[in-house]
């Protein structure tokens, strides 16, 4: 670690595989707390190079226990995470909007490191439990159309560091990752990100290994369609900016958007748009996500169709229903 850490700081870079072997030394134990702080904190301080960005998702990939789920054309909506916002989970939400809509959903997700709460902690405040085994989850996808796969449970080089990750409480290069390690490896991915560069680093990676994903980058700095600014949109096609009026019908503000303060506010506010209590800028941020992630994975001809199949998921209550049947499966 001595020589990896005085490379960095003299502002050299890590090839790929130079990075894939510190994560997987990480992972095994190798290097103390200080060290594995020492060498994240580097990332804090400077942008990670699309080398190291692709070194250590393999690592990651190597070491991740296997999820083979049968599903066809499944989605993963999924954030970076760190970009500051403390918004409600809206990707999470979403996520249930589109399996109402009939999409499939293997959803990749984590405990916040750095803010009020992830996908993990607002789904486990509700019930789910967490769990790597396939027949539990591959049940899940049968019966419901989604599945929750928690990281931690299927990377360990990710359990490893998470002490670490929460006492620093700002985002690390473990939050670029995370959307970019879904062991399940879905069909598509809606992917947002909280800055340009980091979104550029991963259409580069991902021209190199997958066919089908959208990146979305809120031009504001959000990691999602927050429709408080405009959002560009990044496919292998090439890239585009939508505004917000074309993706939601108006613009919101970012108090909007506030989780609150705790777990507890997060997981009430979250059942409260489920139940169609949600105030209209809520409702609107979730709708435009899930309608992103419905035309991205091919389930509509144009967004406007894709947005429309949204409101008709969460305002029948069948977003609500896949819930409700996701976490009645729980006590089975």
Request: charged share 15%; aromatic share 8%; glycine share 8%.
């Amino acid at each position: 670690m001595t020589n990896i850490l005085a490379k960095l700081f003299r502002h050299q870079s890590l090839s790929a595989t130079e990075a894939e072997n510190i994560l997987l030394e990480i992972a095994n134990g190798k290097y103390s707390d200080y060290e594995v702080t020492a060498f994240t904190t580097v990332y804090l301080m400077r942008s990670i190079t699309l080398p190291e960005l692709q070194g250590f998702r393999n690592a990651l990939l190597q070491l991740a226990i296997p999820c083979k789920l049968v599903a066809t054309n499944s989605i993963d909506i999924v954030g970076t995470g760190g970009d500051g916002k403390n918004t409600f989970n809206i990707s999470t939400l979403a996520c249930f909007v589109v399996a109402g809509a009939g999409g499939t959903i293997i959803k990749h997700g984590n405990y916040s490191a750095s803010s009020v709460s992830g996908s993990s902690n607002v789904l486990e405040q509700l019930g789910y439990r967490f769990s790597n085994n396939e027949a539990k989850l591959q049940n899940e996808l049968d019966k419901i159309g989604i599945c929750f796969l928690h990281a931690p449970l299927f990377h360990p080089a990710l359990k490893r560091v998470a002490p670490m990750r929460k006492n620093l409480a700002v985002r690390t290069f473990f939050n670029m990752l995370g959307p970019l390690v879904n062991p399940a490896r879905p069909s598509y991915q809606l992917i947002g990100t909280g800055t340009l560069e980091i979104a550029r680093l991963y259409n580069y990676l991902l021209q190199q290994t997958e066919e089908n994903y959208t990146i979305i980058h809120g031009l504001d700095g959000y990691d999602e369609i927050s429709l408080t600014a405009d959002t560009k949109f990044i496919t292998p096609a090439g890239e585009n900016i939508y505004d917000s009026v074309y993706l939601g019908g108006r613009e919101v503000f970012g108090e909007d958007l506030s989780v609150g303060s705790s777990v507890d506010d997060a997981a009430a506010l979250f059942l409260q748009i489920l139940q169609g209590q949600g105030t209209w800028a809520q409702n609107a941020v979730v709708l435009a996500n899930a309608a992103a992630a419905i035309h991205g994975a091919g389930l509509s001809s144009t967004y406007q169709q894709a947005y429309q199949q949204a409101v008709e998921s969460l305002e029948s209550k069948a977003a609500l229903e896949k819930f409700t049947q996701l976490m009645n499966l729980q006590t089975i």
